[in-house]
């Protein structure tokens, strides 16, 4: 079982830096490839950045290709998901998401263990 935190989120303007991490519990959460996504209202969760568990291989959409760094933190049991360059259309629900197994993945049905969410807000 693994439980997760978000935390980073807020309201910025377009353009504007937001860092948000990640708190997992447990003793094995290199272990688990990580994942962040995001659901704006009215629409579908979408893939936003993956980890893989030793943090050698990450993967990203076009749409935040090149603004979005995930990184992690084995030893603090974190995973980070630095976003530079926000956009107005970024706006959603930001959530931490585990995978049990080191392997990255695009799919959300293959993350086991999901966190609250946080909020993040880019006004225009």
């Known amino acids: 079982q693994v439980q997760l935190v978000e935390s980073g989120g807020g309201l910025v303007q377009a353009g504007g830096s937001l860092r948000l991490s990640c708190a997992a519990s447990?003793?094995?959460?290199?272990?688990?490839?990580m994942g962040w996504f995001r659901q704006a209202p009215g629409k579908d969760r979408e893939f936003v950045a993956t980890?893989?568990?030793?943090?050698?291989?990450?993967y990203y959409p076009n749409s935040v290709k090149g603004r979005f760094t995930i990184s992690r933190d084995n030893a603090k049991n974190t995973v980070y998901l630095q976003m530079n360059g926000l956009k107005p259309e970024d706006t959603a629900v930001y959530y931490c998401?585990?995978?049990?197994?080191?392997?990255?993945?695009?799919?959300?049905?293959?993350?086991?263990?999901w966190g609250q969410g946080t909020q993040v807000t880019v006004s225009s």
């Open positions: 980890i893989s568990g030793s943090g050698s291989r990450t």
């Open positions: 998401a585990a995978k049990p197994a080191r392997v990255i993945s695009v799919y959300s049905h293959e993350y086991a263990y």
């Open positions: 447990g003793s094995t959460f290199e272990t688990y490839a």
